[in-house]
């Protein structure tokens, strides 16, 4: 399971910070854990979206936003939707939102157990169905095309530890 850009002290974090990754339902919980959701301030109809809420680790967020711009040059459609947000937001809050992006994929590629191009194949295409669940007793985090940073955590003893 690899997702180019993402190294193998990324990886690690995430895998720690997120810890059981069965405990998030939804996506969105995963990027309002980490901080990478706009704070909203609504009312009457009108949606104000403020700045990200700064929840969680602030070193995740880092790492996260850091390895955006080295998967904004490998990876095609991560640079095509950077380069539009960047269009019409300021590069700050295009990076976040990247950030928030690399955040889900990461989460998705822990949850079902799959590698990058199947999680790339899923995210272009809205009509193909997600698989079931099949979480293992063991998650591989393969980092950055480098087979020999493979880190396996046992799900509840070392993240309990």
């Known amino acids: 399971m690899t997702q180019p850009g993402v190294g193998p ?3 690690l974090a995430f895998v720690l910070t997120i810890g059981e990754v069965s405990r998030f339902k939804h996506s969105n919980q995963v990027a309002s854990y980490l ?3 706009p ?3 609504s009312s009457g109809g009108r949606q104000r979206l403020g700045s990200i809420s700064k929840q ?3 070193f995740m967020r880092q790492l996260l936003v850091e390895s955006v711009q080295t998967v904004n040059r490998l990876d095609e459609g991560f640079r095509k ?5 960047c269009h019409h937001k300021p590069k700050g809050v295009a990076k976040v939102a990247a950030a928030r992006k690399l955040a889900v994929r990461l989460y998705w590629m822990l949850r079902q157990n799959v590698g990058y191009p199947e999680i790339a194949h899923i995210e272009s295409s809205p009509r193909v169905p997600l698989r079931g669940e099949s979480q293992g007793s063991q998650q591989q985090v393969f980092v950055a095309g480098m087979a020999s940073h493979l880190v396996t955590l046992n799900e ?3 993240i309990q530890q």
């Open 39 to 41: 704070r909203e301030h």
């Open 156 to 158: 509840r003893s070392r």
């Open 81 to 85: 939707e950077y380069a539009a947000r």
């Open 56 to 58: 969680g680790n602030r």
């Open 35 to 37: 901080g990478l959701i």
């Open 9 to 11: 002290i990324t990886s």
